[in-house]
Nanobody
């Protein structure tokens, strides 16, 4: 599967952004999808993940209650709605997919910048 993320940009603290990730290739609906991020000078960290049916979602403590992950299996899309953004959310955000065999795939990142 190939993953293409978009939707990053510049936003003021308290604002919102919606990231999108388009997947190409077959069997998208069997993939566990997720988002990771990497802030400048920091390690890459987990943000959110969603099961293949979309019925299970997990979030990092730092984004819980502010971010929402969702997916559209018919159109091979996954989204990350980000509300109440904080300067510490500034990072490059990566879309990820994991197939039934546990193999992981990464898309290119999209930059989110939150100003204070």
């Amino acid at each position: 599967v190939q993953l293409q993320a978009c939707g990053g940009g510049f936003v003021q603290a308290g604002g919102s952004l919606r990231l999108s990730c388009a997947a190409s290739g077959r069997s998208f609906r069997t993939y566990v999808m997720g988002w990771f991020r990497q802030a400048p000078g920091k390690e890459r960290e987990f943000v959110a993940t969603i099961s293949w049916r979309g019925d299970r979602k997990y979030y990092s403590d730092s984004v819980k209650g502010r971010f929402t992950i969702s997916r559209d299996n018919d159109n091979s899309m996954v989204y990350l709605q980000m509300n109440s953004l904080k300067p510490e959310d500034t990072a490059v955000y990566y879309c990820t997919g994991t197939n039934v065999l546990g193999r992981g795939y990464w898309g290119q990142g999209t930059l989110v910048t939150v100003s204070s």
